[in-house]
Structure formats: C-alpha cells, structure tokens
C-alpha cells in the first residue's frame, strides 16, 4: 500500500527570490501604480464606462480591501479626462408656471456669467426704469393724458349739472354716491319741506328727478368708461417708457447668448414680464406698489430684514457649473441620501409659515455627475430611504427630478415646487460585496435590466515573477505616498511571500491590498524604531509577530489550558477510538488552528453512526453531511454481504460551539475504524481533511494555521520529534507555513504528512494497513480492516443470540 509521503520544508513554504528584484530599495521605482491583478474586472470597467448604450451601468462586487474604490476611481479619472465637459445648468422663475421653475442648459462655464449678466442687466433696468419714469417728458405725457381725460369728463358733468339746475333740482352726495334731489334756489330742499309741498308738485319734481337721475347715472358710467381708458393709456404709455428704457439692454444681452434658443426665449419672458411690471421697480423707489399677483413677503435666506426683494424673480439659480473642470465629473458620494441623490428644493420658516422659491433648489449628486460617472457604495444606498427607488427612477426615465423623504412619508404638509427635469446622462457605478450584487440580482428585476456590466474583483492573481515586480510597485507607491522608509529587496520578497500567504495558495498572491498596505506600515514602523533608513527582511518578520501578538490573546488562553490538562490533548502515545484534530477559529481580523479530542465508541445496538453532536443539535448542516457520507464509505466497505450490526457515537470533546464543516470527515473516520477494530491511534499525530465515499482525501481550508495550531500545542507540552500532522496532498499547494514550523521540521522534531487517501493514512496512524478486499472477499490478514470485519461478524452474531435468547425469555415469562 502507498504510505503518507512526509513534505520537506521547502515544500511547505514558496520563497520569493529577492535576486528577481533588480533595485536597491523601492525608491528607485515609480511613485504610481497601475491596477495589479485584476485584469478582468479592468476590463469590464473600460466596457461600460465606454459603451452607450442604455442600462449598461456597472457593479463593482469584490471584497473590501481589495482596492475596488481606489482601482474604479482611478481608471474612470482616466476615462473621464478624455471626455468633454458636460453642459452647466441653472434654474429659473416660469412665469407662466411659478411652481414649475424652468432649467436652462447653457455651455460649460457660462452659468455663473448668465446669473452675474441677469444679476446686472436688472440693476441696469432698475435704473434706467427709475430714470425714465423719473424724467420731466414722462411727467408731462402722463400728465397730458390724465388732463385730456379728466377734461372730457368734466365737461360731461358740467352739462349735466346746468340741465339739473335748470330742472329745478340740484345734484347731492348720498351714501351710494351721487344722487339728483329736489332744490329751491339752488340748494338742495330739506325732507321737510318737500313733504310740505303739494302732491301734484311732488309727483312732477320726483318725475323730472328720476329722469335726471338716470343721465347722472349714464353720465357717471362713461365716466368710469373715461377713467378706464385713462388708466390703459397711462398704462401703454407706462409700457411704452419701459420697453424704451430697456430695450437697448436686453439687445445687448440677447446679444452675448445668440444661439441658445432656451436663453433667449428666457430673455424675451424677463422683458415682457419687467414691462409688463416696471411697477415693481417703480415701487422699490416709493412711486408705486407692486402689480395684483406679485409674491411679497418672503423672506430671502440670510437676509437681515427677513425680506426679500421682488427683484428675485429674475434671479438666476445656478445648479451646477462646470467652468474650471478640464473633463467630465467623477463623483463618489459617500452618503447617498434620496436628497443628496437628486437634490432638495428647502423650506424656511417665516412667520409660521414653510415657505420657498426656485432659488432653493439644492443639487444632488446625480446634478453633479451628470454628463460623467457616480460611484456609490451599494450597501449605503440600499440602506437609505427611498434612495434606491429614487436612483433606478431616475436611471430609467433619464432624468433627474428633486425628491425628499418628507414627500414620500408625508411629514410636512405645505405648497412645494415641481422644477422641470433635467435629461440624464449618467453612468453609475456601485460598489459592492459579491452577495449583494447577487441578492440584488435574484430578486431586483429593475436591477437587471439597468446594471448589466458587472466587474469582479479577484481575491487573488497567478504568482510569477512579474507579479512579485509589481508589488515591489505597490509597496514603493506606499512608501512614495506616504513618506515612508523604502523596501529593500529581502523585504519586498517577504511581504510577497505573506501576500501568497493571504491568498491560501503558494501558487497566488492576495490581491487584499489593503492587509498588505497595513504590513507595509507595519514594517516601517519598526525599522524606524530601529533607526533604520531602509526596511529589511527582518522589520516584516518583526511586524508580522507583532501582528500577531497584539491578536492572540485567546490563542494564547486557550494553550494555557492544554497545558494545565483542562483542555484534554494527548501528544504522545496511542490510545484506540481517539484521534486529534484541529479546528480553525476565526477572530476577526486572526485566525488560529485549536486541537480537539474526537472521540468514537461502538457497541451492540441500534446500527448505525451516531453524530453526539448532530443529536444535541450542535452541529451544522454541512457536518451532518460529511457524517453521513461515512456511513457510506463504511457501508460500502464493510457491509457488502451483511448489514452493520454495530452502532458507532461520534463525539467533538470539550467542544461548546456549533460544529460546522466538514474538514474533520476524516479524522471521524479514523476514530470509527479504531473502535471498530480496537486498534490504538497515535496521539502524536493530528489530522485534517474532507473525505468522499470512496475514501479519498480532499481538501480543507485554513491548513496553514490548522498545522502551526497542533505544533504550538506539541512545543508547550513538549516535541518528541515523533510530533505531526497528516494533510490531504490536494492541500499541499496552499502551504505557507510560519518560519518556526519549518525550522522545528528542518530539525526533525516535527512532521508534515500529505495522504491521498484513508488507507494511506491509517498505516500512519495505526501502523498496519487498512487492507482491501481479495478475489474470495475477504480482508487479508494483519490488516486494519480485517480486524474491523471481525468485530462487526462477532457483534452481528451477537446480535442474533441476544434477538433468539431475548424471545424465549419472553416466551418463559409468559408461560
């Protein structure tokens, strides 16, 4: 049979060559760094970022640490340097809409000069306005007209008050105005003495007076008609002065924006609208109020007197604008809120009242990114109200319309605005972890059709030797960027050999820059300590034990115990049903290897393997898996030709958590052979692996600290030289072993066993061979599993006298 082939110590560990890297520190190389290792998420990023089409927006899904924000925001920098400037956009009074502000959309960089042109074409018209309506021709027009006017109505009411006098009657003032009475001499005749007069004449003077009554009437109604038209001719005369005064500005205006059609239709309104209300202006200088509509009273924001000047009306609210930028936005908005989202249009308080205009009207960040690219980290959005309701809306109508959370709960109940959307033209890229992007993908159909670019960050990328180059490039644009002590080379190959470390697998390298980034501060740290210009080797060994210093308190605690017995662990000698294995606890930001005692007894009863922990509902469903599968392996090995007559308990010992993995599959199968054929294990060995129901070993994870947890375990209770652990050879791979692990095996005193199968290990364990079955059937002498068959025929006839003697006694009983 093939024996465990036991691992040298260089091929327990890959050493970098620091021969490779031809430099004498870091310094020499470049202070930038291109993306290392994740050429295929680069790829994607570059596809959707270029690609027009609608609902190619992208997903980052990678782990944290692995560089995602800083790779994604610097190659969309690139991208976006390359691209033109997007369009500046402001917003505006509708005066046809008040509530519905207008967005113009002007060239970059002319939003600020259009709001500091408006700002100064109606300090030009308040003056120019005030000018003319100030001026001594305007006094006399106005004051021709009015006169013209009030002479057509004067002598309309002098003709008719001597056609009263010479009716004998007189014209009166009454409480509804003018009225036609009774006189005598020219006065107007007492009640009391009209009640004197006779009847005849009373009812001749009330008829010439209903009569003169109604031409009173008629003559007052033409002489609203004539007011009427007096105050329409003041008032064409009015529009007249002012389309004069700013005709020539608005020219010169409309001039500058030839060409922006939205502009200039925005000008011609503001012109009819100042002419159409030149009383506003006239108003500020004391002359008259403001037109009928005109809203008064509202407060401007930072105004002392907490009023606000009609004048802002024509005030321009510049959103965003894009006069110093060289390309297109790159925004990253780390607190994606539905207002930071799509902007706010904001209330003020005044006078109890929650009031507000187009000039508060806020910007989001979809305004700032507008023409360019928004990054959002996919987990704070998600977990924002509304917020990623209100972004796919927005990315599937194409345009951006403000939104809050107190519309959507209702919480103030006031009049808001409804600004005009502005066209969207965006790409979004989230940031995320791999079980977001596919949460959202299973169950977010929006999601779909909107994010179809996902870019995938690798946790790790082939090791060679260009890969060691390029992090000695990572770690010199750590020491460039951060003015830290440059890497010499046995240092850069260190920190390599850690990042091979990281990834698991002595044929990778971690790509969780940010675990390197902390050893790369690490290590400078304690050179500097050490008064040392230039990192070595030994600062990166020095950081990496201190690294775990500061972590393994518990580690620590925990091998207190085994030394103390109150943790049970034999390192020596053999004992039948009893194997060690390790289990690997992760705390955080460690992990270390912790052995455990497993145990297997087997008895007459109920046939069967029975999982102790599985039972008390301490173990977890990929367990229970692995321990059914050895019913497998032992069915199909033992039991061809009869059933298992022998029940088997499994048992964790001194274990209080849940029981999760399959990595101790073996180890179980070990213990269940030893019982079953009451032959002793070595205790100085422990063992790890998955196993299938043919008996092949496969692999498990966290090797390299399941090994140097049972060695730390051996050097405190002390190495006989005799001390190891046997692996899965699948694992081999991804050894990365701690340097004094591989001294004690340089030095013989511990062991690394890698095994293809059960059988190879047993013959370890045990010292004889597990044994296969010959042409007849049967298990070959001195064989492990000859000795197990033996049992398991002596516990099956057992079985059957206890079953015939149990009946008769029943059947004695009843008689």
Not at 305 to 323: C, E, K, T
Not at 458 to 468: G, K, V, Y
Not at 540 to 554: H, S
Not at 678 to 683: F, S, T, W
């Amino acid at each position: 049979m093939p024996k465990p082939r036991e691992l040298t110590p260089d091929e327990c560990r890959w050493h970098c060559d620091a021969e490779l890297l031809e430099f004498e520190t870091t310094a020499e190389l470049p202070e930038q760094v291109d993306p290392i290792g994740q050429e295929r998420a680069t790829r994607a990023l570059t596809f959707g970022a270029t690609i027009e089409s609608k609902g190619y927006n992208i997903f980052v899904l990678g782990q944290p640490g692995s560089g995602r924000h800083s790779l994604v925001l610097e190659a969309l920098r690139r991208r976006a340097a390359e691209q033109p400037v997007p369009s500046d956009w402001c917003y505006v009074h509708n005066f046809d809409e008040p509530r519905r502000p207008r967005a113009l959309e002007l060239p970059p960089g002319q939003a600020t000069e259009f709001r500091d042109d408006m700002k100064e074409l109606i300090e030009d018209v308040d003056r120019e306005i005030t000018r003319a309506f100030e001026s001594d021709e305007y006094s006399e027009r106005r004051e021709e007209t009015v006169r013209e006017f009030r002479e057509r109505r004067n002598a309309q009411l002098q003709e008719l008050e001597r056609e009263i006098q010479e009716a004998g009657l007189a014209i009166g003032r009454g409480p509804a105005g003018l009225i036609v009475a009774p006189a005598r001499d020219g006065e107007v005749l007492p009640p009391q003495e009209y009640q004197q007069l006779p009847p005849e004449e009373r009812e001749e003077i009330d008829r010439r007076r209903h009569e003169m009554q109604e031409k009173l009437d008629d003559v007052m109604r033409r002489g609203q008609r004539i007011e009427k038209e007096a105050r329409r001719r003041v008032a064409d005369l009015d529009r007249e002065v002012a389309q004069f005064a700013v005709g020539g500005l608005f020219e010169d205006i409309r001039a500058q924006y030839e060409g922006l059609e939205q502009v200039l239709e925005y000008l011609e309104q503001v012109r009819e609208d100042i002419v159409d209300n030149q009383g506003i202006f006239r108003a500020e200088h004391g002359e008259e109020q403001a037109p009928e509509g005109m809203p008064r009273g509202l407060p401007a924001l930072g105004a002392p007197d907490a009023s606000q000047s009609p004048y802002n009306r024509y005030a321009v609210n510049v959103l965003i604008s894009h006069g110093d930028d060289d390309g297109a936005p790159v925004v990253f908005e780390s607190k994606p809120t539905i207002e930071n989202l799509t902007g706010d249009v904001e209330h003020i308080s005044y006078m109890g009242a929650l009031l507000t205009d187009f000039t508060m009207i806020k910007e989001g960040a979809l305004h700032r990114a507008n023409g360019g690219y928004l990054v959002v980290d996919a987990l704070a959005i998600l977990t924002r109200p509304f917020a990623w309701e209100a972004l796919k809306r927005a990315l599937k109508e194409q345009e951006i319309c403000p939104e809050s959370v107190r519309e959507h709960l209702r919480l103030i109940s006031t009049v808001s605005l409804e600004p005009e959307p502005i066209p969207l033209r965006v790409k979004v890229v989230l940031i995320g972890t791999p079980l977001v992007y596919y949460l959202l993908h299973a169950h977010d159909e929006e999601f779909r059709k909107l994010f179809k670019v996902k870019a995938d960050f690798n946790l790790q990328m082939n090791r060679s030797d260009d890969a060691a180059r390029r992090y000695a490039e990572f770690i010199a644009a750590c020491c460039h960027r951060e003015e830290l002590p440059h890497f010499a080379p046995d240092a850069v190959a260190l920190v390599t050999e850690e990042g091979a470390r990281l990834a698991g697998d002595q044929g990778k390298l971690s790509t969780l820059f940010i675990d390197v980034a902390d050893l790369v501060r690490e290590a400078a740290y304690w050179a500097q300590c050490g008064g040392q210009s230039v990192v070595r080797a030994a600062h990166v060994r020095q950081a990496v034990d201190e690294g775990v210093f500061r972590a393994n308190r518990i580690e620590q605690r925990l091998l207190e115990l085994i030394e103390q017995g109150t943790l049970m662990v034999d390192v020596e000698g053999e004992v039948v049903g009893q194997v060690n294995g390790v289990a690997v606890l992760p705390l955080g930001d460690y992990a270390f290897g912790k052995p455990t005692r497993i145990t297997a007894r087997s008895f007459l009863g109920k046939p069967g393997v029975i999982s102790i922990d599985r039972e008390a509902e301490m173990a977890g469903p990929i367990h229970n898996k692995a321990s059914l599968i050895l019913g497998g392996y032992l069915g199909e090995k033992f039991a061809v030709d009869h059933p298992l007559s022998a029940a088997v308990t499994l048992a964790f010992e001194q274990v209080y958590e849940e029981v999760e993995g399959d990595s101790a599959a073996a180890a179980e199968l070990y213990a269940l052979l030893s019982t079953l054929g009451e032959a002793p294990l070595r205790q100085d060995l422990a063992v790890t692996g998955s196993v299938n129901q043919h008996g092949h070993l496969q692999a498990v994870g966290g090797i390299n600290e399941k090994i140097e947890g049972f060695f730390r375990a051996c050097r405190l209770l002390g190495l006989t030289g005799t001390q190891g652990v046997i692996i899965p050879a699948a694992n081999v791979r991804h050894l990365m072993l701690r340097e004094e692990v591989l001294e004690a095996m340089a030095e013989g005193q511990f062991h690394v066993y890698a095994a293809e199968t059960v059988d190879e290990a047993v013959e370890l364990l045990t010292g004889m061979p597990l044994g296969e079955r010959d042409a007849d059937g049967r298990f070959a002498e001195g064989t492990l599993a000859a000795l197990v068959a033996e049992r398991l025929q002596a516990m099956a006839e057992a079985h059957r006298r206890y079953e015939g003697g149990g009946d008769s006694g029943e059947d004695t009983q009843s008689g």
